[in-house]
């Protein structure tokens, strides 16, 4: 079993930034991804970024690409997001998943609203 806690979201305007945190304990060796996906109202889930924990590899949605950075702690089971140049689309639930060779584990979700 693995737990993953996400922290860092909030109220920002448009061009901000903000800074997502994800920890995940218990079973990490099982890990081999972690992720942040968001889902807007109304809207399906979708990938933000992913980073993969042996060889740190990185993957981003389109609409995110040279503003969002994913990165990891390696020693600290955490992975961050760094996001820049936010905007009002930008604004959904972001939740932070972290990926076993069998089963996707979620987070709670970290609300990001970003005003006009």
């Known amino acids: 079993q693995v737990q993953v806690v996400e922290s860092g979201g909030g109220l920002v305007q448009a061009g901000g930034s903000l800074r997502l945190s994800c920890a995940a304990s218990?079973?990490?060796?099982?890990?081999?991804?972690m992720g942040w996906y968001r889902q807007a109202p109304g809207k399906q889930r979708e990938l933000v970024a992913i980073?993969?924990?042996?060889?740190?590899?990185?993957n981003y949605a389109a609409s995110v690409k040279g503003r969002f950075t994913i990165s990891r702690d390696s020693a600290e089971n955490t992975v961050y997001l760094q996001m820049n140049s936010l905007k009002p689309e930008d604004t959904a639930v972001y939740y932070c998943?972290?990926?076993?060779?069998?089963?996707?584990?979620w987070g709670q979700g970290t609300q990001v609203t970003v005003s006009s």
């Open positions: 980073i993969t924990t042996t060889g740190g590899s990185t």
């Open positions: 998943a972290a990926d076993s060779t069998s089963y996707r584990y």
């Open positions: 218990g079973r990490v060796f099982s890990i081999n991804a």
